[in-house]
């Protein structure tokens, strides 16, 4: 899936000596410039504030949204959907139930994934297809002699 183009808009503001230098500091550290290292930190800042108990994590496949102490978003959504295309009838329970999460959390994960569903879709699309290249890899192996 590829990202979405995004529009940009100018945003000029004052900070504090001592933040500017860390987000200067920081920015040389991931490669990254200060303005687009700005813009992502105000960015997931604003999500946590919207949906608190997220979390943001760096991984290899990029930053992801997370419940703290517990998994990703896009985790929580996947078993949530298969649950529900199996017929469950309280899907949300039975993720509750089968992961250990309070049913708050599950319904915290539902509520990030019903304001930013392209972000959390894309990451069960990118597992989906990880797994399935897996099978295949594993399918591949089995049928050599």
């Not at 987000?23 to 200060?34: D, I, K, W, Y």
């Not at 991984?59 to 419940?67: C, K, N």
């Amino acid at each position: 899936m590829r990202p979405k183009k995004r529009q940009s808009k100018p945003f000029s503001a004052r900070f504090d000596v001592e933040v500017v230098e860390r987000l200067s500091s920081r920015s040389a550290r991931v490669g990254q410039s200060s303005a687009r290292l700005a813009e992502r930190l105000i960015d997931e800042g604003l999500r946590m504030d919207e949906f608190p108990g997220t979390v943001f994590r760096t991984g290899p496949t990029g930053r992801r949204a997370g419940l703290v102490g517990g998994p990703d978003v896009w985790e929580i959504v996947r078993d949530v959907k298969r649950a529900a295309r199996e017929g469950v009838d309280d899907p949300v329970g039975a993720v509750s139930a089968g992961t250990g999460l309070e049913r708050g959390k599950v319904e915290l994960a539902l509520g990030y994934y019903g304001a930013y569903p392209d972000e959390i879709d894309e990451r069960i699309e990118l597992d989906e297809e990880a797994a399935n290249r897996l099978r295949r890899a594993l399918d591949g192996a089995a049928s050599r002699p």
